[in-house]
Structures are given as structure tokens and as C-alpha cells.
């Protein structure tokens, strides 16, 4: 970090960053250095330990948004850090897909990241207003006893306190219900979780429908379904579960939650590849720029963590068009 901070101009910064984080990849894949911790299993953490890390994490965000301080353009302090969480957001997400490569091509991974970051995914800059009202943010229902409402609870807890924190007595609380009323609903805590990514994938696919469904450009499918999926990670009761999850399932489990993942993050690359035939997509590497989609959706969950004034209105803004124009845009 203290390297890439003293490198100029800004676009050569943002390279040489994710190279040397990809350099450092490389190095886990050929076990030369122990495996990273996953950042999702903070939140397992008891206190004083998690106060500890928690405060080592806001340092490293502080560091990271520092990468912007100089940008060829004027930008808040506002956008300044939606910038900083995607970056991160993108590095973290990157540790799910990245073993799909050959630690020999790290390089060129880190290289077509940061031509999406830097450039976005947009051919050209066009207005993609309309695109993002196509859909409307799904309704979220507030029956607190349905099955649903159950799923609100853990996925809340599960994404702010790990699955251990996500208790069947702190969820039971959470909704003001016994815990005989939860597994009424509910047969074991582990079905709960697994219930909780079969809601989220039902929801990203059914954004993805809805989008494919109007007669626009592959880009503006992509839009439209990225701006409904994030505009409701905004609602206080719409937020979809995190794949740090992932952690929590047994490996059986996990390979079937996995692979369903990589449908939703397939049909992303399908939609861009659309865009790539009607011209509305630059250029780029599809099979990056989709898990990029992707992880700008699942990460969107703590936006407003980093960026306090993140809304449902603004969102998009803040969040979606910066991964469809780039950083360097205008």
C-alpha cells in the first residue's frame, strides 16, 4: 500500500496496487506463503479482538481512499470512499474466483481488473437512466412471521455478525418471537442458511429476468439488473446474503451453493456478451468484468457502512455507474 500511495499519475497507481495484491495471490497459490484470512470471518471474531482488527480494517480503507486523493478529476469525499469500498470489495470477491486460474496468469487478471476499474464497462458514456427505472426495486414484504421474515432476520445477522453470531436465540429476538416460533418455521439452523442463499439467488435471478425481459441493450440489461439489486441492499430489510456465508455450510453444501453463484455470475458474462455484439459494451474481459458484476452487487451491502449518505436515490451513482463508466470518466 505505502508503495503504490507514492506512484504517479492515478492510473498507474490503481495498477501497480492490484498487481503487487495479485503478486501476493500468486504467492498463496504456489504455497509460498500461507493462505489469507478471509476478511468475511472478522465478524466471527469476540471482543476485544474484533474491536482490534475492526480498527486495522478502517485504517486499511483510510489508506486505500488515499489512492484517489489526486484523480484527474474532481470527485467528493462522498465518492471518494464508494471508490475506496469497491476496490476493496473487488479484492476481497476476488479471492472466491481467482483459484479458476493458473497462478501464471495472475498478472494478466489484475491487468483486466483495472482496465474494467479504470475504463468501465460501457462502449461509450450513455444515459442509462432509463435503463435503471426499467425494473423497480423489488417489493419487500414486512410480515414478521412469515418464512421470509425469518430469512430477513439471519441474512441480517449472518451478514453483519458471521454465522455464529446469527444464533437461533438472537434471531428469535430479533423478531420478538420464541424460539419454538422459530422452528416452527425452521427445522435446524444450518437449513436456515442454506434457505437464506436459495432467497438470495432467487432474487439476483430474478432481477436478471425482469432485465433480459426488456427490449434494450446487453448493457442496459446489465444496468437495469444491478441497479434494482443494489438500490434494495439499501432497504433496511432487503439486504441479500453475503457469500462470506459460504464459510458456514458444510463442503457438499457449499459446492452446490458455489455453483449456483457462478449461474448468476454466468448469465451476467451472457448479458455482457450481448452488449459486446450490439456495440453498448466495450472491449473487456467478460469472464472478469461478470465477477466484478457480481461482487459490486454482493458488496453493496456495506456501502452505506463507508458512505453514510448511500441511498436507495442515490445508489446508483455512488455505486453501479462507476463500475459502468470507470474511474478515469468524465
Known amino acids: ?15 501497480s496496487f492490484l498487481n503487487s495484491y495479485f503478486a501476493l495471490l500468486a504467492r498463496v497459490a504456489r504455497k509460498e506463503i500461507p493462505e489469507f484470512v478471509h476478511f468475511g470471518d472478522v465478524r466471527a471474531l469476540g471482543e476485544p479482538h474484533l474491536s482490534t482488527v475492526g480498527a486495522a480494517y478502517v485504517g486499511l480503507f483510510r489508506a486505500t481512499r488515499k489512492l484517489f486523493d489526486d484523480m484527474p478529476r474532481a470527485i467528493s469525499q462522498e465518492q471518494r470512499s464508494a471508490y475506496a469500498h469497491m476496490l476493496l470489495s473487488q479484492m476481497h470477491w476476488s479471492v472466491v474466483w481467482i483459484w479458476n486460474y493458473v497462478p501464471e496468469d495472475f498478472t494478466r487478471v489484475a491487468d483486466r481488473m483495472a482496465d474494467v476499474l479504470l475504463h468501465g464497462l460501457a462502449a461509450q458514456r450513455v444515459d442509462l437512466t432509463n435503463a435503471a427505472a426499467a425494473i ?29 453470531g446469527a444464533s437461533v436465540d438472537r434471531i428469535s429476538a430479533t423478531l420478538k418471537v420464541t424460539k419454538g416460533a422459530f422452528y416452527h418455521h425452521n427445522e435446524t439452523r444450518d437449513q436456515l442458511v442454506v434457505a437464506c442463499f436459495e432467497r438470495t439467488f432467487d432474487i439476483v435471478r430474478e432481477a436478471q429476468n425482469l432485465a433480459m425481459a426488456e427490449e434494450m441493450d446487453g448493457l442496459s440489461h ?58 453498448s459494451v466495450r472491449l473487456c474481459d467478460m469472464r472478469v468484468a461478470s465477477e466484478m458484476v457480481t461482487g459490486m452487487v454482493n458488496s453493496a451491502q456495506e456501502l452505506q457502512r463507508w458512505v453514510p449518505s448511500a441511498s436507495v436515490e442515490n445508489a446508483a451513482q455512488y455505486y453501479v455507474w462507476p463500475l459502468f463508466y470507470g474511474f478515469l470518466a468524465e
Open 1 to 15: 500500500m505505502s508503495d503504490a500511495l507514492t506512484i504517479t499519475p492515478f492510473e498507474k497507481r490503481i495498477r
Open 222 to 279: 446489465v444496468a437495469a439488473a444491478s441497479v434494482s439489486l443494489v438500490s434494495r441492499q439499501m432497504l433496511p430489510e432487503g439486504a441479500l446474503l453475503r457469500t462470506s456465508a459460504l464459510t458456514a455450510v458444510g463442503p457438499e453444501l457449499r459446492m452446490e451453493m458455489q455453483r449456483k453463484l457462478t449461474l448468476s455470475t454466468y448469465r451476467f458474462a451472457d448479458m455482457l456478451n450481448d452488449g459486446l455484439v450490439d456495440g
Open 136 to 164: 423497480p426495486t423489488p417489493f419487500v414484504s414486512t410480515d414478521k412471521l412469515s418464512q421470509d421474515s425469518f430469512l430477513r432476520a439471519a441474512t441480517d445477522l449472518i451478514n453483519d455478525h458471521g454465522y455464529r
